[in-house]
């Protein structure tokens, strides 16, 4: 219980054992304490206590029997308790604390810890630091002193609400305080891989997460177009007609919205341009437009976009309706637990949000379900409803799996915890852990034969279905006279060689009973295929277990004292397919990619020899079409001196004969 005395002199003593939420405090002080008022502080971390009395006197509020009751302390804890001159009464920040100086980084993020990295802090007159975190487990406090033992107009802290590294821009500057990776992500993991708004503003790495949810105001006469569409408004063509409007009676209007402002100016405009043949109304919901046709026609109420404005779409109205009503699509968000949902999964707070079906015949069965995705203590979090009146109930909480292994007395057991129901305790062996129990369980550990089995198994279709590639691209077909893709190509007869060898021969690095796989059961048979006898297999098991494990498994390594370098200098057979593999696939170095590089630098040889060629037949082509135009102008020359020859006139000659006489 605490006591409040206003600045009239009234005392009120209000009981606080039945509340849990700092909204329930407040609303308990605002129903009991007489001349007072609370509410949440500007910051929406503490409270505000108003004296509404209009006395002149203090305002005093101490806790009710110290040594009493639950909430003994209660009003020191709040930090409003004590004798106040002023009538606004504080009590400063109340969130709790996440981290301290003392907290260790391997411990945030959920227990992922931060990346031992670098990187560089610019402060707002432009001057850098790099701070480097890769000396070890380090803690917040740690982080903070590397930050601040830099020459830089910046100074780290804890921030106000206890759950990140705020960096504070001490200025002066021009430049907003900015924070950069150099390789790692250890930045993005402290929270401060930020750019601050603008120059004198800071860095806050707060783990909170803040979900914006705008208040739902439905359509009316005097809403704006611009609040319309999240604030994107309607899209109208100044000077220019934005759509087409036909109602049922067969009658088109055009219709332009430039100087419209709000919904009334809309519906103004469309009954004006439709001589009131059609009415825009405001839906039932209030959250989108209806176009009703008032005539008694027969036809088709139509909306047609013109001049590419997307008015008529912003308006939701964009369609046509032989009923006479087009119904819009919503011009305003509708805040739903969907819509709730998504904004906090895109929020990427380690929190996954779903929401539910109750599915039992209520009119509201549905329910927003929050789940860490981060499993034991440290995917715990808060949730902060802002007043939307939520009614979370904690469901589950987040703890870690703890058992008292090595005796059924737990002050002789060894207590092991892990944030999963998953424990490795045991070399070699996984505990799944499937719930809670008062009594000493008994763990058997048997060797699971079929395992293994079915692993061979694995193995023998793996390396069948790489042969049967290997055909299926280095084949010829007699009948039809085709060759595949990669028929004869020398890097596949390489690798099916190798792997043939491989599983054919013995390995001369082992010195068990079993040197090669035909000894176990497996064998290169019909169709040239790896065959696995299944009981040959579990008879060598039998007899020899360790000698198969190296047949697979063996591997012994050698480091070069120059170099450093490691290498293998005896394996197994598993070990040995593996290695070629390895040097057959290497992205960079290996066979295939070799002979990818060859084919490539052919490709590109032929490439540039068309290129070459195709080069040559142009010269060619533009000197034969070179000879071939001087030709058509010299028989375009013989034909016009043909045409003149054939112009002239015969020459006629006259014959006459002079006669003499005697």
Known sequence: EVSFTNSAGVTTTVDFSADRTIQQVIDRINSVATGFSAALNANRNGLTLTDTAGGVGSVVINDVGAAAGENAGFAAELGIAGTHAQAGIESGN???????????LATLNGGKGVAAGRFTITDSAGRSANIDLQQGELTIGEVIDEINSRSIGVFARINDRGDGILLEDTGPGTVAMKVVELGSTTAADLGIKQTARSPGQSIDGSFERTITIEDIALVTDGTPLTSLNGGDGVSVREGLSDFRITNRAGDTFIVSLDGDTTVADLKATIDAATNSTVELRISSSGTSFELVDLTAGGGTLRVEALN??????????????GEGTIAGTNVI?????????????????GVRAAVINLSDGSPTPYRLSLTSTTTGEAGAFILDDGGLGLDAVTLTEGKNAVVFFGSSDPAKALAVSSTTNTLSTIPGATVTLNGASGQAVNVTINRDDSAITTAVKGFVEAFNTVLGRFDELDKYDADKNERSLLFGDYTISRLRSSLYSLVNGRNGDLSGSFTALSQVGLRVGTGARLEFNEERFATALATDRASVQQLFTFKEQQRDDESGEVRTIAAGIGVNIAELLGRMTDSIDGTVQRRINSIDNQIQGFRSRIEQQDALLAAKRARL????????????????????LASFQPLTFSNSSNSRSS
């Not at 404005?309 to 912003?314: C, E, L, Y």
């Not at 739903?336 to 998504?342: E, I, N, R, V």
């Not at 079409?625 to 016009?640: D, S, Y």
């Open 94 to 104: 109340l969130q709790f604390q996440f981290i301290a100086e003392s907290t260790r």
């Open 308 to 321: 590419n404005s997307g008015a008529a779409a912003d308006l939701g109205l964009v369609g046509s309706s």
């Open 333 to 349: 968000e509708i805040v739903t637990l969907d819509a709730l949902a998504t904004k906090i999964n895109d929020a990427g707070m």
């Open 625 to 644: 079409e070179a000879e071939f135009v001087g030709l058509e102008r010299i028989l375009a020359q013989l034909q016009t001196q043909s045409s003149a």
